[in-house]
RNA sequence: GCACCCGUAGCUCAGCUGGAUAGAGCGACGGCCUCCGGAGCCGUAGGUCAGAGGUUCGAAUCCUCUCGGGUGCACCA
């Protein structure tokens, strides 16, 4: 929790920009505005809202906090600031008081030659910043277990992930994003137990992950009934991790031939890492890890109840005690101790993830490490960074939880098999994205690959449009929407615009040149705003770790559009200089949906 | 039992770290292709923001309690 806090500080995108940011249009107009009243008022910090729709402003102040201050009707403050107030060679214009807000207008010419300047300085990179120069962040995302199907649950994260390093990486920082796959651990002993037992090598070959994952399943069900077979699986996690040669070959297969499904996956999704570790990769340093804890006496041997009787807790059988290695955290305000070695000696996730933190510290020296990771690890993580941080591993370390989905039914479970393979998924979107271009006058070639763009695009969004803590409900249809609230829609408006500026190229035009101030059409105005928002958005998404202000957004840019594209034309425009300043506009917005999509992890097509 | 997440329109969700008449999409109903692509646009209907208290100029938003759903609580990851 403290953890999290500080580090989000650490991030958060300076709110007073400094000199060596760049300040886009809305970021200034509010700093004028905050000057202007503060050498007015002597005080400092003025809230900046959004007025709601019915009042004509753009820019709201609300008075109530400095009128109780200063013992005054806020009403009468506001009205006498509006009185005093010069606006002059500002961005904004007519202060208004209504109830007891000071509301701004924005000054249309100024406004317009600003927002069309801010975007003519910073071409492509409009929206993004320099704030994270020099300063590196590592991701930790995606990070699927070995041997066991890709399933929609995973989606959440590999996405969201993917997301926040683009994020990140578009205000200047600099991004690891570590694929943490879970390569190792007692589950490689259930399997590797499943296979000797009921497995066949030529069967697991053709199809392996759904081959294993019937292992898997197959070996809980007869666990249930004969308790042995744990302590055989246990057995073989620790010929692995003792280096048994048969045992090490056959990990490193089921590795290799999971690795190939999953590699697919990310292909179709477009999702690449920087690193792909694994938590195998630190199989040589845990010795140190709890070495090190014991050193430091923060680790020490506690007594554990053996292993055996489950459910039925008989406890009047004096069960044997066995001895673990664990770190107490309860002087830290948190009851549940970590443990970091198995009374057989074999480690934990625990142990591999604190190795993890040391390796990144030393190879990386990041500002953050960023775990993207379900919300049923919270308790899991604060203990793992509290125990990192007694063991001195000074590392802003934040857990970026998620909410799980949840089928129709419950929840799922790979345990029982009840999953919904996220290929399947994938592959349907792209069937039903076909479907819509069958009508389309492309070639095969290209309704192959927008199908994929736009299939691919929907599942994403569907998922990163949503609040990331809520959990969600899978849902076929929601997943495969393709109209609305949806990626599609999205990516519609920009093969739209890309359409009206194929046109133009071809149009034989005069040497009309754009000029903001010809815009003045409520939808072009609207249009402009809006699109001046997008830095902000950004960094709001970056601060609270949400790509889905950026999905909402996007919508919101989309449907100005296509407001704007319905009423008002663009190459028919009444002069050859609003059709320039309109060809323009519409370049812009175009080129804001695609950077938005693309920070989300969604590509664009050209056309659809 | 304790802790955390959540409860907003028939359904799926927004609501920007308390603000002025709570917004979208889907579904329903009604309009819009002589004009830059209808995966679109415009409009109508639909809400006691789970419930009850509290904090204050102001609460969907913050606090408390109740109800309902989810998750976690030492040798899985």
């Known amino acids: 929790m403290r953890t999290e806090r500080v580090s989000r500080d650490a991030l958060r995108p300076t709110d007073r920009l400094t000199e060596t940011t760049m300040k886009y249009a809305l970021d200034t107009a509010h700093e004028q505005i905050q000057n202007i009243l503060e050498s007015a008022t002597g005080s400092s910090s003025f809230e900046m809202k959004t007025p709601p729709p019915n ?47 000071l509301n701004f207008k924005l ?73 943490h796959i879970g390569d190792w651990g007692t589950q490689f002993g259930k399997l590797m137990l499943a296979f000797e037992l009921w497995g066949d090598r030529e069967t697991v070959a053709a199809n392996p992950i759904r081959e294993l994952l019937d292992l898997y399943v197959r070996y809980h069900d007869e666990a249930e ?10 057995s073989w996690f620790r010929r692995l991790e003792e280096g048994d040669p048969k045992a090490r070959e056959t990990w490193r297969w089921f590795r290799e031939v999971s690795w190939e499904e999953f590699d697919r996956i990310y292909r179709l999704l477009g999702v690449e890492f920087e690193e792909v570790l694994g938590e195998s990769f630190y199989n040589d340093q845990l010795d140190q890890v709890v070495e090190q804890a014991f050193q430091s006496g923060l680790a020490e041997w506690g007594e554990i109840e053996a292993r055996g009787g489950k459910e039925g807790e008989g406890e009047d059988s004096p069960e044997a005690m066995e001895k673990v290695a664990l770190i107490h955290l309860r002087d830290h305000g948190i009851e549940t101790p970590l443990l970091i070695q198995k009374s057989d000696g074999t480690s934990l996730y625990a142990t591999r993830d604190l190795a993890t933190i040391r390796h990144r510290i030393e190879t990386w020296a990041p500002e953050a490490i960023i775990y993207v990771v379900g919300g049923e690890q919270k308790l899991y993580f604060q203990q793992v960074f509290k125990a990192a941080e007694l063991l001195g591993l000074e590392a802003n370390c934040v857990h970026v939880p998620f909410g799980l989905i949840r089928l129709p039914k419950g929840k799922m479970s790979t345990r029982k098999g009840r999953v919904i393979f996220l290929e399947d998924v994938l592959e349907e979107a792209v069937r039903r994205a076909e479907a819509v271009l069958e009508e389309r006058d492309l070639s095969d070639e290209e309704k192959t690959e927008i199908a994929r763009i736009v299939g691919i695009g929907a599942v994403k969004y569907a998922d990163l449009s949503q609040t990331r803590t809520k959990d969600v409900l899978f849902d076929w249809e929601k997943m495969l929407n393709m109209q609305g609230d949806s990626a599609p829609y999205l990516q519609y408006a920009y093969v739209r615009i890309q359409s009206i500026l194929r046109k133009a190229a071809g149009m034989p035009r005069g040497q009309a040149v754009s000029s903001p101030r010809s815009l003045g059409h409520p939808q072009e105005l609207t249009l402009v705003k809006t699109l001046a928002g997008f830095p902000g958005t950004v960094r709001a998404a970056a601060t609270g770790y949400t790509p889905h202000v950026i999905a909402g957004y996007l919508i919101s840019l989309a449907r100005d559009f296509s407001s704007f594209y319905n009423q008002v034309p663009v190459l028919k425009a009444e002069t050859p200089e609003l059709a320039a300043t309109r060809l323009e506009l519409c370049r812009r917005t175009a080129q804001v949906l695609e950077k938005g999509l693309d920070l989300l992890g969604i590509e664009c097509p050209e056309r659809m």
């Open 225 to 234: 009934s004969d308790p042995a077979l744990d302590e055989q699986a246990r």
């Open 107 to 179: 000054a249309t010419g100024p406004f317009l030659d600003r927002v069309f300047a801010d975007f003519s300085a910073r071409g492509e990179s409009f929206g993004g910043s320099e704030q994270g120069d020099g300063k590196t962040i590592v991701v930790d995302f995606s990070s699927p277990n070995i041997a066991k199907p890709f399933s929609v649950g995973h989606l959440r994260s590999t996405v969201i992930g993917h997301s926040i390093v683009k994020i990140y990486r578009f205000l200047g920082y600099t991004v690891v994003g570590d694929n």
């Open 55 to 101: 009042v004509e402003a753009d820019i709201a102040v609300p008075m109530f906090r400095l009128a109780k201050e200063k013992k005054e009707n806020p009403v009468a403050l506001a009205q006498r600031l509006a009185g005093e107030i010069s606006l002059e060679g500002t961005l904004l214009c007519d202060a208004t008081v209504t109830g007891g807000f």
